[in-house]
T-cell receptor
């Protein structure tokens, strides 16, 4: 069964304390992997798209990488405003069909304390 | 460029009623997808519309339906509401199928 697993479920960091969030997946026909940030009560905000193993993308304090079985989102010197839930989503082939589906992980809740 | 808009933002209904939610995609985007988000199940895919046709459907009962208009705007309908339908309903649009999806703010539905 296609599955996307994010770890840890929750992460508390001190301001400036760098860390990584992990997203592992078991899907057939991976087409792309997406990272989103979601603030409470709001819709997910797009961060990155990764398509192939070895690919890296950076934006401000965030850096996303992709391997064949997982992706990491590294946060360098985080600030309190980085506090949010980070969602990973994988676009995979629907078995027996020519269409694709987007499967979301359950997210990592990040809290950055000043 | 305006983002994805959803109306209404909040809704309270009672069991057995039906509800219609609306989504206006980013200008130029032709694909619209709908998701249900709950604390227990996370983000679950409902369906995808492209060129006024449903292209993909998640594992939800037939009470959940949708449609897309010629201007790419989309609506989803839930009939015979149940308590478990209480959730944040999110709409996402992309330029074409399989491209990056951009989400709206969501409609929070509470079923009493």
């Amino acid at each position: 069964e296609d599955q996307v697993t994010q770890s840890p479920e929750a992460l508390r960091l001190q301001e400036g304390e760098s860390s990584s969030l992990n997203c592992s997946y078991t899907v057939s026909g991976l087409r792309g992997l997406f990272w989103y940030r979601q603030d409470p009560g709001k819709g997910p905000e797009f961060l990155f798209t990764l398509y192939s193993a070895g690919e890296e993308k950076e934006k401000e304090r965030l850096k996303a990488t992709l391997t064949k079985k997982e992706s990491s989102l590294h946060i360098t010197a985080p600030k309190p405003e980085d506090s949010a839930t980070y969602l990973c989503a994988v676009q995979a082939v629907v078995s027996g069909d020519s269409s694709y589906k987007l499967i979301f992980g359950s997210g990592t809740r990040l809290l950055v304390r000043p | 460029k305006a983002g994805v808009t959803q109306t209404p933002r909040y809704l309270i209904k009672t069991r057995g009623q039906q509800v219609t939610l609306s989504c206006s995609p980013i200008s130029g985007h032709r694909s619209v997808s709908w998701y249900q988000q709950t604390p227990g199940q996370g983000l679950q895919f409902l369906f995808e519309y492209f060129s006024e046709t449903q292209r993909n459907k998640g594992n939800f009962p037939g009470r959940f339906s949708g449609r897309q208009f010629s201007n790419s705007r989309s609506e989803m309908n839930v009939s015979t509401l149940e308590l478990g339908d209480s959730a944040l309903y999110l709409c996402a649009s992309s330029k074409n199928r399989l491209e990056t999806q951009y989400f709206g703010p969501g409609t929070r539905l509470l079923v009493l």
